[in-house]
């Protein structure tokens, strides 16, 4: 893939967020890991629309193929419930169906990669939007608990039992 069809891929992708709402932006990319420009989406982290900062980006494996990573900031500082969020890293990528969960000094985040092809820009493009949706989705099961651990309102042990009860 080239830098021309990166910026194709995401203005689709971004003329499709933008039509859902979800406000964009874009970032020069690090040209040393990854191609273009990275698109910046503002997507609700549960049911109640709390919005959180999802990057895209695309690095090259090769010329037929590329890495779409989501970075997904969920918080810009973990908060006093820092320790229980180490103890409930292990078990959240455990439960996690898609990507994982982790730290950046003062950041807790998730990401997901996936490869993509070479294929028409269109059929790349709905296939980050399900993806985009899927991580959204997984996201909602887990931040308000994961919120709650971060600001030390609740415990790793009575987040996990509150998922297994299905009251999360």
């Given amino acids: 893939m080239d830098v021309n069809t990166q910026k194709a891929l995401f203005d689709a992708v971004e003329k499709q967020l933008i039509a859902q709402d979800v406000r964009t932006g874009r ?13 910046q989406a503002l997507i609700p982290a549960n049911d109640k629309g709390q919005p959180v900062l999802m990057e ?11 890495l779409l990573q989501l970075y997904t900031t969920l918080f810009t500082d973990v908060g006093p419930g820092r320790g229980e969020l180490e103890k409930a890293l292990d078990a959240l990528n455990f439960q996690s169906v898609m ?13 997901y990669t ?4 070479n294929e028409p820009v ?8 399900y993806v985009i949706g899927c991580v959204c989705d997984q996201l909602s099961i887990f931040y308000d608990g ?5 600001c030390g309102n609740s ?3 009575e987040f996990f039992r509150r998922l297994r009860d299905g009251q999360a």
């Fill in 27 to 39: 970032q020069p990319g690090d040209p040393n890991i990854q191609l273009g420009d990275t698109l």
């Fill in 56 to 66: 895209l980006m695309l690095s090259p494996i090769d010329d037929d193929a590329v």
């Fill in 99 to 111: 990507g994982a969960f982790g730290f950046f000094q003062d950041q807790f985040y998730h990401r």
């Fill in 114 to 117: 996936i490869p993509l092809f």
């Fill in 122 to 129: 269109v059929v790349q493009a709905s296939r980050i939007m």
């Fill in 146 to 150: 994961i919120a709650d651990i971060s």
């Fill in 155 to 157: 415990t790793a042990e």
